[in-house]
């Protein structure tokens, strides 16, 4: 019998022990002795229990502490076999095995105890531990589960993602067909039931997205993924991987509200959307951007490269490389003006902006919105204004400013490409005459007609602008040769010279120009410029009607012109001019009750300048006001001793510039004032003027004309002859003396036109009841003469220069002492 036992025990992969019921080993398999790594010689001596533990105990079998012995042995080994008996425990080897002991009491008394190699199961336990607590944790972390609904045998499997999911625990729910139902929107069912149809073409593979309730009542977004059986037309099992996208469908939701709310807001503020994927290149544009563009909805093309041709010519490169540098990532928006073509052919000013809102994991634009906004009125008011910032509104021409940048641009090229170019100043003679005799439409019309003219002269690529009033400027480039000059100048000269029509009447100007030729005679626009206005200065004071070349002299008499103009501003409180006075002989008697008051200018370091060439200067500085009033007071206080003390009605006469009339200082004292306040009659004065003065138009003018006539100051019409001479205008202003200028006068003899001249003059004067007065009287015989034709009055060299005030009354006395 124990034979038999021993051979059964041997045949066992188990290993296994026996006590006796005297506590002694009394039989054992070979498995036990490999397990315990104990030689079976051990066995055979039958030690007890406690001889078998402090025998392994002492080898280290159950490592420090009975590490090595799980919790359920742990005490008994430790107490050395005194402890209860557990029955069952694991134990490792210190081979690394694992061996799972049991022992049982014996009825008799005695024990067995079995060792099972369980090495394997427990590491294969641990690993799929493990594995499930790391497919739990993701789960977690993705909110992912997987369910299985078997439709054959109803039964539905959820895995503790979904339990999650849905709010539950495995011991509080337990899915079935029916009960899962009402986690189910009616949406979300209304889906999936589609899913089960059979359409004849049966999905294994399905994806929704569906809206849930979870069993707190709670609204979730779920996506579904997962396989279906089919089986007769009918699903008969479902397996999904199933996510909880609540989050990222309520960013979703967000967004899409906050972007119907921009886009609406933008839309009605007038701007219209556009929103571009970037990597596909499609576009959406919004209701309100099509309607700018006067289109409807699927009009356009939503390729961006097709709505990019929309983009003007001009402007689509510089869009282009503004919306790349954007999309680079080197600008923080996108910003952008320019044209876009709209359905009726117009092409519509747009402000395009835009930012990129979403980026791939490389940093690559997704997607790009922004807007358009319509600055079509903005765009035409900036044009108006540019335009009329450097265009004359009447002529159409550049103007000064635009010409200025015109020049500094061709400079450049002549510096670059080593060629010349001219600049030419023209200024239209006799304009302001036809501007007040026929008014200033008329005026208008002329300028027009000459701009056109001017134009017609010249190539495309030179330019003319007007600088205002009469003045023009003339650019003419690329300049092989300055004599090309010689053909263009005389040309002009001619065209301006021709009739102008203007209604009615047929009138005639002529030009002025100056002329300076870059790099010869300067360099600079300002250098340029000064050359050319002196040129038309000598063109003009060599009698109009010509063309003049800058030399260096030229910028001498200029440089002077300027020295003088800059020491006659301090000349009248240094008291440097002084009052001379030239006789007005009576031809008839010889005899003297009547002066011309002539300025001079003591210059400290000049000497004496003569008034013909200060008084001009004066006049262009506008020095002429001041100074001419200040002749008048010494006039007048003169007058006021001559009447007392040489003659009761003698008469001064002071030269009046038109400057004066034109720019009248309101601060004077009126003229008649001052010689009231002197106890004068304003007959003790003559105003002398010049001819072109009855022509102006200005009322102010007329006025000041009128009013001296009705003071009873008399006016004496000065270089008589040079200028109009219309009698109709001598009659309409009251003209009291008419002076025959000195040029007629000057080669007078009998038989002369000049004396034929004269006498028709002196003719007319007396038939309007004027008296006449000649100029420059330097001979006997030119006295004699004018006498002879009835002429009243001589002033010249002949009676006497103009001489100082204590001179004059010698002159006087001699005079009157001779009879005279
Ligand atoms: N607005 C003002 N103009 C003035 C004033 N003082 C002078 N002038 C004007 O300057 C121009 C030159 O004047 P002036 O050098 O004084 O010459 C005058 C006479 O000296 C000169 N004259 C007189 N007789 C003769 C003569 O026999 N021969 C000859 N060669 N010259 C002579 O003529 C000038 C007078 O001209 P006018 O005034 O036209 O009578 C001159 O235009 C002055 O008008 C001033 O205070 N204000």
Known sequence: MKHTLQTLLDSISQGVYLLGADGRMCLYNDRVCELLDIPSAFFDSHPTLEELNTFQMQRGDFGDDACLVDNNARQYVLADGHAPIPTHFLRQTRAGRTLEVRSRILP??????????????????????????????????????G????????????????????????????????????LFTPAAQAIVDASYRDTGVPSKLHEFELEMITLTGRHIWVHSRGTSVWSGGRVIKRTDIVQDITRRKQTELALRDSETRWKLALESVGDGVWDLQVQTGEEYLSPQLLRMYGYTEGELPTAMAELDQRTHPDDVV??????????????????NE??????????????????????????????????????TERKTAEELIWQQAHFDTLTGLPNRRMMQERLAQELKKCRRDGLQLAVLFIDLDHFKEVNDTLGHDQGDTLLMEAARRIQACLREVDTVARMGGDEFIVIITELAEAAHLQVILPKLLHTLSSAFQLGHDKVYVSASVGVTVYPMDGQTIEDLFKNADQALYVAKGAGRNRFSFFTPAL????????????????????????????????????????????????????GLISPAAFIPVAESSGLIV???????????RQVKHWRETLHPQFQISVNKSPVQFENPNLQHVPWIEQLDQLGLPGESMVVEITEGLLLSSSDGV?????????????????????????????????????????????????????LALCQAIIAMAHALGMKVIAEGVETALQRDLLKAAGCDFGQGYLFSRPVAAQEFEALFTQTTSNGG
């Open 318 to 335: 510089q869009m282009q490389r503004n919306r790349e540098d954007h999309l680079n990532g080197l600008t923080p928006t996108y910003s």
């Open 555 to 606: 910028q001498t008499a200029a440089r002077e012109r300027a020295q003088l103009m800059s020491d006659l501003r301090t000349a009248l409180v240094a008291q440097e001019f002084r009052v001379v006075y030239q006789p007005i002989v009576e031809l008839a008697t010889g005899s003297i009750h009547k002066a011309e008051a002539l300025v001079r200018w003591q210059h400290p370091t000049r």
């Open 626 to 636: 001041e100074l001419g009033e200040w002749v008048f007071v010494q006039a007048a």
């Open 338 to 375: 320019h044209r876009v073509l709209c359905k009726d052919g117009s092409w519509l000013w747009v402000h395009s902006r835009g930012m990129v809102i979403s980026r791939d994991a490389q940093g690559r634009p997704l997607r790009m919105i922004g807007t358009h906004t319509d600055i």
């Open 108 to 145: 008799h008394g005695g024990m067995v105890r079995t060792f099972a190699d369980v090495t394997d199961y427990v590491q294969a336990e641990a690993a799929r531990k493990q594995a499930n607590e790391l497919l739990y944790a993701t789960q977690a972390i993705a909110e992912l589960g």
């Open 147 to 182: 369910w299985e609904i078997d439709l054959q045998t109803k039964r539905v499997t959820w895995t503790e993602g979904v339990y999650r999911i849905f709010d539950t625990l495995p011991k509080d729910f337990h899915p079935t067909l029916e009960n899962t139902r009402q």
């Open 702 to 754: 007329l006025d000041q004309l009128l009013s001296l006539r009705d003071d009873g100051i008399n006016v004496s019409l000065d270089d008589f002859g040079t200028g109009y001479s219309s009698l109709s205008y001598l009659q309409r202003f009251d003209i009291d003396f008419v002076k025959i200028d000195q040029s007629f006068v000057r080669q007078l003899v009998a038989g002369s036109t000049d």
